[in-house]
T-cell receptor
Framework: QKEVEQNSGPLSVPEGAIASLNCTYS??????FFWYRQYSGKSPELIMSIYSNGDKEDGRFTAQLNKASQYVSLLIRDSQPSDSATYLCAVGNSWGKLQFGAGTQVVVTP | EPEVTQTPSHQVTQMGQEVILRCVPI?????FYWYRQILGQKVEFLVSFYNNEISEKSEIFDDQFSVERPDGSNFTLKIRSTKLEDSAMYFC????????????FGPGTRLTVT
């Protein structure tokens, strides 16, 4: 069974600090890697995509991918209360099927 | 900004009834997906669809499920005979390019089977 694993949290982060989220996956054939944010009762919202090893920055978000270690991470800099949500790691195959982790709940405290 | 829309937002049905969930993908997108999320659980892939054909389906997507693009804008998921365990949020997603590229999710339909 191919799996995507995340720490469930909650991850408590002071406002203005860096939140660090991790994800591991088991399918070495995975082609694409995404981070979605999901507020309670809402749909997943795409915040980052990464396809090759290394770092990708977009505003306050940085995604890191290490295919050899089968590891994806997300850093959220200058965390804001509005960042409080569940962050879903998703891994895609060549046909577009996304496999999701269970999500890490982030709580930003003022 | 273009977005995926879904109707209805909430559907209540009795066990054994047929339901059709509707989605309007982003207009220039050609690849369509259905996912579901049972309360408190992971988002799960159901099916992907391109060029009027199913590209891939999960083991959840059995003979009770079907998908259709009845016209140039709608994409539907039909559940023929609903079961209690079909109660979940159903999300439609679409992407512009094939395969492993960004998918954008609709707001979801909450299906409650009683």
């Amino acid at each position: 069974q191919k799996e995507v694993e995340q720490n469930s949290g909650p991850l408590s982060v002071p406002e203005g600090a860096i939140a660090s989220l991790n994800c591991t996956y088991s399918d070495r054939g995975s082609q694409s890697f995404f981070w979605y944010r999901q507020y309670s009762g809402k749909s997943p919202e795409l915040i980052m995509s990464i396809y090759s090893n290394g770092d990708k920055e977009d505003g306050r978000f940085t995604a890191q991918l290490n295919k050899a270690s089968q590891y994806v991470s997300l850093l959220i800099r200058d965390s804001q209360p509005s960042d409080s949500a569940t962050y879903l790691c998703a891994v895609g195959n060549s046909w577009g099927k996304l496999q999701f982790g269970a999500g890490t709940q982030v709580v930003v405290t003022p | 900004e273009p977005e995926v829309t879904q109707t209805p937002s909430h559907q209540v049905t009795q066990m054994g009834q047929e339901v059709i969930l509707r989605c309007v993908p982003i207009s220039n997108h050609l690849y369509f997906y259905w996912y579901r999320q049972i309360l408190g659980q992971k988002v799960e892939f159901l099916v992907s669809f391109y060029n009027n054909e199913i590209s891939e389906k999960s083991e959840i997507f059995d003979d009770q499920f079907s998908v259709e693009r009845p016209d140039g804008s709608n994409f539907t998921l039909k559940i023929r005979s609903t079961k209690l365990e079909d109660s979940a949020m159903y999300f439609c997603a679409s992407s512009e390019v094939p395969g492993a590229r960004e998918q954008y999710f609709g707001p979801g339909t909450r299906l409650t089977v009683t």
